[in-house]
């Protein structure tokens, strides 16, 4: 008799992967999902005793502007990060009283290169190398707004709902600070998109008329800010000014692929396909920041209720605009006009035949990362239908083994 084909069992090491990630509190996705322990507990981490409070303070404490400035600890410290901002300002401002142009520190505040032939009613910039100056002053900007965000708003306000552990307090303040970011450019790049010819998605108009190397100024500073924000959050991972995650390489992989998307999106001239980008990534990251507060904070109700509407938004943007898209580069790169399919930086143009798979194949990588998440997203949706959540009631914990001690 000819035996039964048996069923190929799942890898092991693969399930035991994924369990792992499912269970680990310090994973980005999945951590912020698991069950937490009752606010106000007194089991804690050691970040939550008093010797950990005291470096905690330490931890964000100047040391000197210069000193802060040369350790790039301005970074977390939001008192030194605001003393750099201000004085770009200061300095603008005695300039521009005793009528000194052009004012070198306006490239810091206002975006740079307007066409002087453009219409008055509808003024267009062109690109240039002070456009780094903005970024990089904007780097200091989100550093400031995210810590004193965090710290002097967001976490007062996450201890009135009785949260007391400092490594949950964190993470509260991580996520409720993505929310704000994310829904503000989110929205905003939503409507800049309303006032451009791609809205909502018609893919043609990325290829027709390029190369598209005159912006409004708006789109140009909601383009130059986000570039500042996902460089200055590399930096923040890469020299693990805060605790890294269990995920750390993938955030790492996802943060480089999104700088390589805009910084060849802003140079080659496809804004228009990367504001499109930018706000099926934005409005979804919103969701997911608002689900996890939910979770946090122990609205079991509206956690489920913003979970199901978190799966359904990231579906839709995430991953079938993203498809729109890539469908998009895919088959509609040839709109581009005659004559400009041809390599000559200098003019703006740069979508040769090859360029093609240079749009590709960014996009197809951070689609590949978004289905990889989506495949955890689905999971955390299963357990919960099944009503087989994680059991660790300390999941917000990220160090096992240590109690907080009484005051």
């Known amino acids: 008799m000819s035996r039964k084909p048996s069923k190929r069992k799942s890898d092991p090491s693969v399930q035991r992967t994924l369990h792992n990630i499912e269970v680990d509190p310090r994973h980005h996705l999945t951590g912020s999902f698991l069950p937490q ?9 050691p970040t939550g005793s008093r010797f950990d409070a005291i470096a905690k303070n330490e931890f964000y404490r100047s040391n000197g502007l210069w000193n802060d400035f040369k350790t790039l600890r301005w970074m977390r410290v939001p008192s030194s990060s605001f003393k750099m901002l201000m004085l770009p300002i200061v300095l603008y401002a005695i300039f521009s009283l005793f009528g000194i142009q052009p004012n070198p520190f306006a490239p810091m505040l206002l975006v740079s290169y307007p066409i002087a032939d453009s219409a008055p009613d509808d003024p267009r910039y062109a690109k240039g190398w002070l456009d780094i100056v903005f970024i990089a002053y904007h780097i200091i900007f989100f550093s400031f707004v995210r810590q004193f965000a965090i710290l002097e708003v967001i976490q007062p306000i996450a201890r009135r709902f009785g949260i007391k552990k400092q490594s949950k307090l964190d993470r509260f303040g991580e996520q409720a600070y993505s929310m704000l970011y994310y829904g503000v450019m989110g929205f905003w790049g939503a409507y800049i998109m309303s006032s451009l010819p791609t809205w909502w998605y018609r893919t043609e108009f990325y290829w027709i008329g390029y190369p598209h190397w005159d912006m409004n100024p708006v ?69 997911l920041a608002f689900s996890k507060l939910c979770n946090y904070l122990q609205l079991e109700r509206t956690k489920m209720v913003s ?27 040839d709109l581009i006009p005659d004559a400009a399919r041809f390599f000559h930086p200098s003019d703006g143009v740069w979508l040769v035949w090859w360029m093609k798979y240079q749009v590709f194949v960014p996009i197809l990588l951070l689609q590949f990362l978004n289905l990889f998440w989506y495949f955890l997203i689905l999971r955390i949706l299963v357990r919960a239908l099944s009503g087989d959540g994680a059991t660790d009631v ?11 001690k009484d005051d």
């Open 307 to 333: 979970f199901a509407v978190f799966i359904v938004v990231w579906t839709y943007f995430r991953h079938w605009l993203n498809l729109v898209i890539l469908y998009s580069v895919w088959t509609e790169y």
């Open 394 to 404: 300390r999941s917000d914990d990220e160090d096992d083994g240590e109690v907080e």
């Open 37 to 45: 322990s009752p606010n106000g507990s007194r089991t804690s981490t």
């Open 219 to 287: 789109l140009k500073r909601y383009y130059l800010m986000h570039f500042s924000y996902w460089i200055q959050q590399l930096i923040v991972l890469a020299l693990k000014i805060e605790k890294p995650r269990k995920d750390f390489q993938e955030l790492v992989a996802h943060h480089i692929v999104t700088l390589w998307l805009i910084g060849w999106s802003y140079g080659i001239n496809l804004t228009l396909i990367g504001n499109a980008i930018f706000v099926s990534m934005d409005i979804p990251d919103t969701f």
